[in-house]
Every structure is written in C-alpha cells, then in structure tokens.
C-alpha cells in the first residue's frame, strides 16, 4: 500500500484551517502531520478536513500551545503518546496505519535563545526531552515505524544557511546535534530526506523577521522525516514545498512530504 506523508509545523491549526485546506486539496498527501496546533483537541475544525478526505484523526492539544495531530485518508488508529521530560506539554501522538506502520508525530521544544541551560531553563528542557527520546528508543526498539515532525534541530552544515554563524545559534549548536544524533542512533532512524536529496543546502523553516525570506534564503532544516530500517528503503520522493511559506498568513515552516511503497 504505497502512501505518501507530509510534516507540517502549522503555527495555530485554527487561525491557519485555511491552508491545511489548500495543502490537502493541492497535494493530497495520504497522511498529514502537523505541529503546533496550539489547540485542544475538541477545537481542531476537524468538519473540514473530514469534508476534503481526512476522516481519521489523532491528537494531543493544549490551549494555545504546542499541540501534534495526525490526519488521514487511509484507516488509522490511536497507537499512544509520551509526555518525553515530564514537561506536561502536547509534543508527541502516534498512529497505526492497516498496514502496520506505526507513525510517531513530534514536537521537539524549540530551546528558547540562549544556548546554556544554567541560566536558560527552555534550553535545559530540550536537552532533556531528546535525552527522554532516546531512552525511549533504547528500551523499546522501533520497528516498522516512521517518525516525523517539527524536530526543532537542523544537525548538517548543508541544513543552515551558515554553518559557522549558527554554531552558537540555538537549533545547531553542537550538543543539540550530538543529542538528537544519540536519538538518531538509538533507535537506528534513517533520515528518509537526506537519504533522498543527500547533498546541497535544504531548508524548511525561514524566520517571520526576515521580510524577504525568499531572497535572503537564510533557512534551516528543523523538519525531518526518519523511518526504522526495515522500511527505509521504502521511501522515496522525498521533497520540501517552499512554495508554501509565501502562502498567505504562512506559517514560518514549509511542508516536507515523503512516499512509502508499504
């Protein structure tokens, strides 16, 4: 059963129903991820995505904040959630597709601005939520599952728009890779989009204080697709739709979307 799948950090899934719509209309991904609802779940405008295909729904809200939900066209059931860090925050959802596939939907703590959690208690959250990630994966090893979402990292040089000026930048500093590296390799993830596309720069997230964001292109790659090697030769097409982040009323990242042959 191929399908393809798309990750979405959406920024406010109610004041922004308009271009989930589009999306769904426009590229019809099988599977929607999305991120920072900032919605409870009873909110989420669910009667127009149902109306576009979308009948099946999982998801974590809170109001106002973070928030992950999963939308599908093809039959998917509840498969849990983890409070990673104990932070008591919506950050993590999974479905199970007919098929098997289990699908992990994230929402990394973005880290606030200063890279030192002594005097940063957000930074200190998101070294610990990774951590939490990982001993996850240690202790009860992933298989046939995929994980997406708003991973808040952009771990290559190639995924900055500057390597060396973003090496003190929450979002690249080298703990931050090194902790979503351990992530990586505890549960064996396969970085499905770099597999795909694996040289040149890649961005999916481009500032709202950068008017011409477009032209100045000083992007990161924080969105991310993995999946556990015994499917991870089934992905493919893998592709960021920077198109998206000129939408009207965008949000600051663009969709990445990725196929599987299940």
């Not at 995924?159 to 992530?183: C, F, G, R, Y």
């Not at 597999?195 to 292109?217: K, M, T």
Request: glycine share 6%; hydrophobic share 40%.
């Amino acid at each position: 059963m191929p399908f393809t799948l798309a990750t979405w950090n959406i920024n406010s899934v109610r004041l922004r129903q308009g271009i989930v719509a589009q999306l769904m209309r426009d590229e019809a991904p099988d599977v929607l991820c999305l991120q920072e609802c900032k919605s409870p779940v009873d909110k989420i405008p669910v009667e127009v995505f149902e109306a576009l295909g979308y009948t099946h729904m999982v998801a974590r809200g809170q109001k106002g904040y973070n928030g992950v939900a999963i939308f599908s066209k093809i039959p998917m059931v509840e498969a849990g959630s983890h409070d990673f860090a104990q932070l008591d925050h919506a950050r993590h959802i999974a479905g199970r597709l007919d098929n098997g596939v289990t699908i992990h939907n994230f929402y990394v703590p973005a880290g606030g601005d200063v890279p030192d959690r002594e005097v940063n208690v957000k930074f200190g959250q998101k070294l610990d939520y990774l951590t939490d990630m990982r001993d996850w994966a240690r202790a009860d090893k992933p298989g046939k599952a995929i994980l997406v979402g708003d991973l808040n990292i952009a771990p290559r040089e190639d995924d900055v728009w500057n390597h060396k000026q973003l090496l003190k930048v929450v979002s690249h500093t080298p703990i931050e890779v090194e902790h979503m590296a351990e992530v990586q390799d505890a549960g064996q993830w396969v970085d499905i989009t770099r597999q795909d596309i694996p040289e040149g720069n890649l961005y999916s997230w481009w500032s709202y204080r950068s008017p011409n964001w477009d032209e100045a292109d000083k992007g990161r790659r924080l969105d991310h697709i993995w999946a556990t090697p015994d499917i991870s030769n089934a992905g493919h097409s893998s592709r960021v739709l920077r198109h998206v982040r000129a939408w009207e009323k965008p949000s600051d990242h663009a969709p990445v979307f990725a196929t599987f042959d299940l």
